[in-house]
């Protein structure tokens, strides 16, 4: 039976990927120490996903690992020769977090990549490495671009070679990042790297705002499950700067495993792929709001901070073309279906 490694494998992204791969029949080697709740707090852990998993798939095997530890990750490893395909999804995900935790923030995510693709490179290099990066590596250049404001928005002209959304031509280079901007910059650019100059099997999936109802959403990192949690239990709600008009695309973890799959069974060496809920799946913070109320039936709670988060986007939509061209792909969820799925998880 083939075996995927991933890591990460209880949180959002993760645990979509390993109960995709195990319903598919392969065998799933899971790694996921449950970091996330050393991050955000006990609110946040994800021990909840790795037992279910445990329980519902006689195919998922979980080790409780560190990835930055070569020592911890030779256990997974031992199955290396049968390894086709590693998923890499754990991280440090959270700018605000980064800031005060700046040194455990790049070893997680600079360290524990580097550390992953080495083990590949000895062990599996036939296999295929995929590394779930993000739209932060294009640091606030984003920021850049010429937006004006609309009622319950910030928008770009529809004659904007970026209206469609930004696309893997944008630099990463000379510009503000936040530090988990460029520890993850990092990582992508050495996934990249393992690519190229060793000939690997290797992508980077530059996501925008992931999100579904596996997501363990808190305040520092999971703004859509946050936000519909704050709906549902009518808890205040913090807007940080931009009016609340920053606008975001969103992206069911569903849809992109199902892009990592079509990557897996054809894939390329140190490719780099955008990838988010494009237009059609993008709000601004106020949108997501009225939806949310819509949905619940409660009237929400916010409270307003001018200050916007250091290295946050005003205005982010992903453009999907580039995989389009070369895998094709359609999103099974709209947004409302990505917001209905996290009520029904929450409610």
């Not at 998993?53 to 080790?63: A, D, I, P, S, V």
């Not at 980064?98 to 036939?126: Q, Y």
């Not at 295929?128 to 671009?145: A, C, D, M, Q, R």
Request: proline fraction near 2%; glycine fraction near 8%; aromatic fraction near 12%.
């Amino acid at each position: 039976m083939s075996k995927i490694l991933i890591t990460g494998s209880a949180g959002l992204v993760g645990s979509e990927c390993a109960e995709y791969f195990c319903s598919k029949g392969y065998d799933v080697i899971g790694v996921d120490n449950d970091m996330r709740a050393r991050f955000f707090g006990k609110e946040a852990s994800t021990i909840c996903n790795s037992e279910l998993l445990q329980k519902k798939y006689k195919n998922y095997h979980h080790y409780s690992c560190d990835i930055v530890s070569e020592r911890d990750m030779v256990i997974p490893f031992a199955h290396c020769n049968d390894i086709e395909l590693i998923i890499h999804t754990a991280a440090q995900p959270s700018h605000d977090y980064a800031t005060d935790h700046a040194e455990l923030d790049f070893s997680v995510n600079a360290f524990g990549t580097l550390n992953l693709l080495e083990l590949f490179r000895k062990h599996c290099p036939e296999g295929t490495f995929i590394f779930t990066s993000t739209n932060k590596v294009y640091g606030n250049l984003p920021n850049k671009l010429p937006c004006f404001e609309k009622e319950t928005r910030w928008e770009i002209r529809r004659y904007h070679p970026y209206y469609s959304g930004i696309d893997e031509t944008m630099s990463i280079d000379q510009c503000k990042h936040s530090l988990f901007g460029v520890s993850k910059a990092s990582a992508d650019l050495m996934v990249q790297e393992y690519g190229r100059y060793f000939g690997l099997n290797t992508a980077c999936f530059r996501c925008g705002c992931l999100t579904g109802s596996r997501h363990s959403g808190v305040e520092l990192h999971g703004f859509l499950s946050y936000l519909m949690k704050c709906a549902i239990n009518k808890t205040t709600y913090t807007i940080n700067g931009y009016k609340g008009k920053q606008v975001r695309d969103n992206l069911h973890s569903a849809d992109l495993v199902e892009a990592f799959y079509k990557f897996y069974k054809n894939p390329k060496s140190g490719e780099v792929y955008n990838l988010g809920g494009g237009r059609e799946n993008s709000c601004s913070i106020l949108e997501a709001i009225k939806l949310c109320e819509e949905i619940t039936g409660n009237k929400m709670k916010t409270e307003y901070d001018e200050k916007h988060r250091s290295g946050d986007h005003k205005w982010w939509i992903s453009n999907n073309d580039k995989f389009k061209r070369q895998y094709g792909l359609e999103l099974k969820y709209s947004l409302m279906d990505i917001l209905t799925d996290i009520y029904e998880e929450n409610k």
